[in-house]
């Protein structure tokens, strides 16, 4: 059976994720503390001794410069990188440039508790904005046209954003009640096939399912 294997990365912290506000489109650099984490990325990378076959990050400069920091004196350094707005972080409309406090204000359906999978995944905040089904279509509909074929069989490494893992977490265990964290600088390593199912292989420790709270 054919397969692809993908790590996801998701981008070092910025300003805004420090003070809490939704990103989403907004091209936002990294900040410091954003290139030490990067910079940690190395040491994992590092023990991936075959060269990823391509590497592909969202054209957010967050994103760029953590696949490129991370990258660095590792066997994958000389791979190009190829830049495309199909991982972009999930499109937020009004929400985005606010911090969750402000949302939770003026926003009932902010910290709702989802009972149903479905009705979770087609959440948007308005109908401009984009839900987790679009998300996860729009990069399987990546993966299928743009990757799969041209790597079938390798590993190649996204650079892309906590919505973009996020999605695939959800739509492969979703739980009333429970949120995915994915931390600056954590990844996911999965396999797709020619199919397009998914199976998580591996991920970072700090990536987790908790119990939602209010904040």
């Avoid at 939704?22 to 910079?39: K, W």
């Avoid at 299928?144 to 790597?151: A, E």
């Avoid at 996911?188 to 199919?195: A, C, G, P, T, Y």
Wanted: aromatic fraction near 10%; charge should be negative; glycine fraction near 4%.
């Amino acid at each position: 059976m054919e397969m692809l294997d993908v790590y996801l990365i998701r981008h070092g912290q910025t300003n805004w994720n420090l003070e809490r506000k939704l990103q989403g489109h907004n091209d936002i650099p990294l900040n410091e503390l954003g290139e030490m984490q990067a910079q940690e990325l190395c040491e994992t990378f590092r023990k991936v001794t075959k060269p990823f076959s391509a590497v592909y990050c969202s054209d957010m400069l967050r994103a760029r410069k953590t696949v490129e920091i991370a990258l660095k004196d590792t066997p994958h350094q000389h791979i190009p990188i190829l830049e495309t707005e199909l991982l972009r972080e999930k499109f937020m409309s009004h929400w985005e440039g606010k911090s969750f406090e402000e949302i939770r204000e003026i926003e009932e359906d902010f910290h709702h508790t989802w009972n149903s999978k479905d009705e979770f995944l087609s959440f948007k905040c308005d109908p401009k904005a984009e839900c987790h089904t679009e998300v996860y279509a729009r990069l399987m509909n990546f993966v299928q046209n743009q990757v799969f074929h041209k790597n079938v069989g390798e590993t190649v490494l996204f650079s892309t954003h906590a919505g973009v893992i996020g999605t695939i977490l959800y739509h492969l265990d979703f739980k009333a009640g429970y949120d995915w964290h994915v931390p600056n600088c954590t990844w996911i390593k999965v396999r797709i096939s020619k199919e397009g199912n998914v199976k998580i292989l591996d991920k970072h420790h700090k990536v987790r399912q908790e119990l939602r709270k209010d904040e």
